[in-house]
Nanobody, 115 residues
């Protein structure tokens, strides 16, 4: 069974930084990381950042200049560096990837930013 496991969330003050990580594990023969999404209480899941198979990145307007998405193919890891965090960034952050051609989501990691 394959899975994505996120980590790195937590409580941080406004202006602070966090690095989120997502590791794909299990019987993997092919993994293509897609990106990070988030969901705040009462809201739908929204796009944060994506990365294509050739490394082209795209960021939500609200996150541009504050986040960087990256991946380590050898380690089956996707990361999200977040800087200058704001209270409105508080949400559960989810990793998304295609593992063995199946769209897969992690369980999420909570990010809470105190103002």
């Amino acid at each position: 069974q394959v899975q994505l496991v996120e980590s790195g969330g937590g409580l941080v003050q406004a202006g602070g930084s966090l690095i989120l990580s997502c590791v794909a594990s299990g019987n993997i023969f092919r993994v293509r990381f897609a990106g990070w999404y988030r969901q705040a209480p009462g809201n739908g899941r929204e796009f944060v950042a994506t990365i294509t198979s050739v490394g082209i990145t795209n960021y939500a307007d609200s996150m541009k200049g504050r986040v960087t998405i990256s991946r380590d193919i050898a380690k089956n890891t996707l990361s999200l560096q977040m800087n200058n965090l704001k209270a409105e960034d508080t949400a559960v952050y989810y990793c998304n990837a295609h593992i063995n051609l199946v769209d897969t989501w992690g369980q999420g990691t909570q990010v809470t930013v105190s103002s």
